[in-house]
């Protein structure tokens, strides 16, 4: 479906953020994304759609999980809402459960360290086929930043 057809909400911080919403027109695609993600990451009564070669590819059972927990979207992979969402690696044998292919950050910043690219990027590829945030049309908010940033709203949650 074009990108130009659909809107969306985002609600969250850093990368623990969530569609709210996310429409084709007058149509709301939560509950088809809800159905779809269940059925082939948790259920598995909905076939997988076949691999690319994208070594960052995974499943999005992680995802699943937390769209399951939290009724939303999440906008990370599952690889990297893991990292955040400390039960889902509990255990060697639980994080292949929930990830089946496997890459970290840390070879990923050795590799970068030596001047190499881990795992190769896609060529021209420049960013994640699903968008990670809605366009922001207010004034950004600094806490415990530049003293000359706008100040949050007063009805605003911050930690300090």
Do not use: Q
């Amino acid at each position: 479906m074009p990108l130009g057809e659909i809107t969306f909400d985002c609600a969250g911080v850093n990368h623990t953020a969530w569609f709210t919403t996310f429409r084709r027109g007058d149509e709301d695609l939560l509950p088809k994304i809800r159905e779809v993600m269940t059925a082939r990451h948790v259920t598995g009564t909905m076939p997988m759609l076949p691999r690319s070669g994208d070594p960052y590819e995974s499943n999005e059972r992680v995802r699943a999980e937390l769209m399951r927990l939290t009724g939303y979207f999440h906008t990370e992979s599952s690889h990297h809402a893991s990292e955040y969402w400390a039960w889902f690696r509990k255990t060697p044998e639980l994080t292949r459960s929930y990830l089946d292919r496997h890459w970290d950050n840390l070879e990923a910043s050795r590799a970068a360290d030596k001047g190499e690219s881990w795992p190769p990027k896609r060529p021209g590829c420049r960013s994640s086929k699903v968008p990670t945030r809605a366009p922001d049309p207010s004034p950004r908010h600094t806490v415990g930043g530049d003293p000359a940033a706008i100040p949050p709203p007063p009805d605003a949650m911050t930690e300090r």
